[in-house]
């Protein structure tokens, strides 16, 4: 064979092998997968799209997840009765369910107490006995559990709210709760937020607080708190926010247990008896955000001691006794966004020359009713 003929019957062979190979796959588009995907994806059962009509019949408010499945069902303030939650253990991937203010009853709660994967329930000024809570201790998942007034839920309500271990977040304002009643929460390692405002805690109550290792936001304004009692404070550092608003029993001395508190970002103080002398111990915390100093008796002498937390963003002075001439020292606060000074003799000039400094700050000084 000549070598031109051999060239070419090589070419032809592995032309020949060549075409026997298989085609690589075509890549699937973005569009083809999310086309392919929305294929596959189950419809809402019939019976949970009926479901979803008839609540929001009675006025229900809905939010759905991306697959259309309700997850949020708000019915605050609504005229339901219980008959309006009988089926609502339907509603397979129901998250949060709203019901303040609602005319529900203990019995309503029964079947609310079969959604294995609630995670936020507010109860709010629903007229509810301890029997309620007893309808909810299978609710594992529940994260958030909002209680609050217009309710006989008291102490004996604890131990089943402690069977709730996930909770991280437990409102029981303005209800008969003590000291007796927290401590049965022994079981609540993961709660972070703790709302107190108006109950039976006093000074013996406050220690419970230290059950709580994630704590990280506390109300207990109104209560029967006294300086002594605020030395518990010291084993919770890692408090961010605390309320201890109109608590009578305060003064200047238990300001100093507080002075530990670092990571504290929210104070409020509103018409606790401070003087210059108590405000001088909360100077070290500058990690403070917000700061409600308002019906205190802080004159200019005591806004010195504001003067290194620079991360000041809402302060309130209103109803104190500063005026123009303390207003120096509020100069360097240049992260405040919102300043008060209602009700006290700063004048419009005082307002004038701080905003030179401070630019970015809306500077209130007329009194609105309810700021």
Known sequence: MKPFQGTVVLFFALSVIAGCAPKPEKKQTASEKTSEAIKIKAEVPPEEVKLADSLKAVGAKLKNDKDGYVIEVDLRGTQIDDNALKDIAGLSRLRSLLLN?????????????KIATLQNLDLRNCNLNNKAISHLT?????KALRLSGNSDIDDDAMA???????LKALMLDFLWVSGDGLSELKDLNHLEELYLA????????LTTLTQFPKLKKTRLSQNQISDEGLAIMAKLPQLEELDLSENSLLSDTGMKHLSGLSNLQKLNLWRVGLTDAGVEPLQGLTNLRWLNLDNTRLSNAGLKYLKDMKQLEFLHL???????AGLADLEGLTSLKDLKLTRTAVTEKGVADLKQKLPNTEIQLKYIEGQ
């Open 198 to 205: 108006k109950t039976l805690v006093d000074d013996e109550g």
């Open 160 to 166: 089943d709210i402690n069977q709730l271990t996930n």
């Open 101 to 113: 203010e609602t005319k529900i009853t203990d019995a309503g709660l029964e079947p609310v107490g």
């Open 318 to 324: 209103g109803s104190t006794a500063v005026s123009d």
């Open 138 to 142: 299978g609710l594992s998942k529940l």
